[in-house]
C-alpha cells in the first residue's frame, strides 16, 4: 500500500509561481512512476505530467508543456510540481498519484491516488 498526500495549494495571481508537494509513504517510493492530474469543477479529470522511476524522464499534458515542471527526490519520499506562468484555466484541484509502470497519462493506470490540493489563480 501507498499513501499520497499533496500540499502547497493555494491562491496566487495569473503570472505567479506555486510548487506542490507529494508526500509518499508505504510502498518503496522509487519503484512507481508518478504523475500529477488536476480537475476543475464541472471539468473531466485532466493529466498534468508523469515522472519516471529516477526522475531521468518526464511527459507533459500538451496545457502545461513549458510552464511546468515535475521533478522526485526519492530518498525524501517526495515529488514536487513547479508551476510558471500560472493562468487563470489552471485552476483546478491538484492530485498526486502513483502505480503505473510507464510514463502514461492514462489515469486507470495509477493505483494510488491523494486527496487533491486545490490552486486557485486569478486573472
Known amino acids: 500500500q501507498v499513501q499520497l498526500v499533496e500540499s502547497g495549494g493555494r491562491f496566487v495571481q495569473a503570472g505567479g509561481s506555486l510548487t506542490l508537494s507529494c508526500a509518499a509513504s508505504?510502498?518503496?517510493?522509487?519503484?512507481?512512476?508518478m504523475g500529477w492530474f488536476r480537475q476543475a469543477p464541472g471539468k473531466e479529470r485532466e493529466f498534468v505530467g508523469a515522472?519516471?522511476?529516477?526522475?531521468?524522464?518526464?511527459l507533459y499534458g500538451d496545457s502545461v508543456k513549458g510552464r511546468f515542471t515535475i521533478s522526485r527526490d526519492n530518498a525524501k519520499n517526495t515529488m514536487l510540481l513547479q508551476m510558471n506562468s500560472l493562468k487563470p484555466e489552471d485552476t483546478a484541484a491538484y492530485y498526486c498519484?502513483?502505480?503505473?509502470?510507464?510514463?502514461?497519462?492514462?489515469?486507470?493506470?495509477?493505483?494510488?491516488w491523494g486527496q487533491g490540493t486545490q490552486v486557485t489563480v486569478s486573472s
Open positions: 508505504g510502498r518503496t517510493f522509487s519503484t512507481y512512476v
Open positions: 498519484a502513483a502505480g503505473a509502470t510507464y510514463l502514461s497519462a492514462n489515469q486507470r493506470l495509477y493505483e494510488y
Open positions: 515522472i519516471s522511476f529516477t526522475g531521468g524522464s518526464t
